[in-house]
């Protein structure tokens, strides 16, 4: 089969590879039908994620077809259309029963990147993620192995297209994650720093559950006028905007009731940040936390959806207690949130498919990586459909 496979920094492959087969009891192996191309494998193009090895194949979010089911498969069957969570859960540990999918202390039996505390077992494996987070081959590929079938794949509904599906492997559960952990009230103001998939749809989830206002900053114009078109979000471009004093002269002096920073460690930080990240000094850049710190209002909730490991420098928990700030971090529980969101789109509450701007083959898909790496063409969301003609 053909896969999309990491070789070195900025450098993925197409590759002809052995087609996965029936593991354990409870695998399924899907045909993909659609790979979503996201943040995370952004990360890994760019050499920023360890325990990537050469040929891994990439790829957490996919949807496809159940080619073979294990024995022990309950529900689903051959010729099922599935969407497959990014995270891997068992169903049965400490974690899983307490639906904490993301924490399951049994898909994952690498070391994790926690850099202290040695001895917590790791949180949850992830596909197409490396070998600190499982090793699990992703879908970007023409075939994917799924562990813990009876747990994570559902199947998708009868008029459910790809372009939607595609959203419930991750961005949209990290999205209504993000929200939820804002703990939103009717009329409460939302400020979403990112404008990428996870900040348009948490910007489009906020909507659907009754926030008034809701602001949104990001350095690309196009993607602010989605937002601004789609989920009536003030656009704020902090190229020519401080987002901080905008938000705060906006909301009455106060700042935002809630704050979801959808953009991690990534956010282009100071130079001394810059220069700590690359002597390992510091997991990335903090400027996008401090400036959530900064425009949320005393009392107010933070909600970290965009990823970050190991130190931070310069975060200011001085303001945190002072302005008695509640904050809410961490990867999302993607289980326990796919039938639901799945409705949401049925019903037409979330449009997730208007975010997608390109489709490309699997075989393009270093062209596709390349383009969303540069930030070309008005990219928003790439799909990567096996054996597509163009
Ligand atoms: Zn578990």
């Known amino acids: 089969m053909r896969a999309l496979v990491f070789n070195s920094g900025h450098d993925v492959r197409v590759e002809h590879l052995p087609k996965p087969i029936i593991d354990e009891d409870d695998d399924i192996v899907v045909q993909v039908s659609a790979a979503g191309l996201g943040g995370a494998d952004l990360h890994i193009y760019r050499g920023q994620i360890p325990g990537i090895r050469e040929r891994d194949i990439l790829g957490r979010e996919f949807v496809g077809t159940v080619a073979a089911a294990g024995q022990a498969v309950k529900e689903l069957k051959e010729g099922d259309r599935v969407v497959v969570p990014s995270v891997v859960a068992c169903g049965i540990c400490f974690f899983c029963q307490r639906r ?27 596909f197409g993620y490396g070998h600190f987070h499982g090793g699990l081959p992703g879908g970007q590929a023409e075939f994917v192995r799924v562990p813990a079938a009876n747990v ?36 409460d103001s939302l400020a979403i720093f990112g404008a990428g998939p996870v900040g348009q749809m948490a910007a ?9 206002r809701i602001y949104i900053c990001d350095r690309h114009d196009h993607l602010l006028r989605f937002a601004a078109e789609h989920y009536d979000a003030i656009p704020i471009n902090f190229n020519a ?20 920073d959808a953009v991690g460690f990534e956010a282009e930080g100071s130079p001394l940040e810059s220069a700590m990240a690359t002597v390992k000094l510091a997991g990335g850049s903090g400027k996008a936390l401090r400036r959530a710190i900064a425009s949320v209002r005393r009392g107010g909730r933070i909600s970290v959806a965009g990823s970050y490991s190991g130190m931070l420098h310069g975060f200011m928990f ?17 289980q326990r949130y796919v039938r639901e969101l799945m409705t949401y789109v049925q019903e037409g509450k979330l449009q997730p498919e208007q975010l997608v701007s390109h489709h490309f083959s699997l075989e393009d898909g270093p062209q596709a990586y390349k383009l969303y790496h540069n930030h070309l063409e008005e990219c928003r969301k790439i799909v990567l459909v096996p054996g597509l003609m163009q």
């Open 318 to 334: 001085g303001s945190v207690f002072e302005k008695n700030v509640t904050i809410k971090a961490g990867r999302t529980h993607v």
């Open 100 to 126: 904490q999918f993301a924490a399951c202390e049994r898909s994952n039996l690498d070391r994790g990147t926690l850099m202290n505390e040695k001895i917590i077992r790791s949180g949850a494996a992830f």
């Open 241 to 260: 905007v401080n987002p901080e004093q905008f938000i705060i002269e906006h909301t009455g002096f106060r700042g935002a009731d809630c704050v979801i």
């Open 204 to 212: 489009a989830c906020a909507r659907m559950l009754g926030v008034e």
């Open 152 to 187: 994570g794949p559902v199947k998708i509904p009868e008029g459910m297209c790809d372009d939607q599906a595609i959203f419930l492997c991750d961005v949209l559960p990290t999205a209504y994650q993000a929200v939820l952990n804002c703990e939103i009230e009717r009329g």
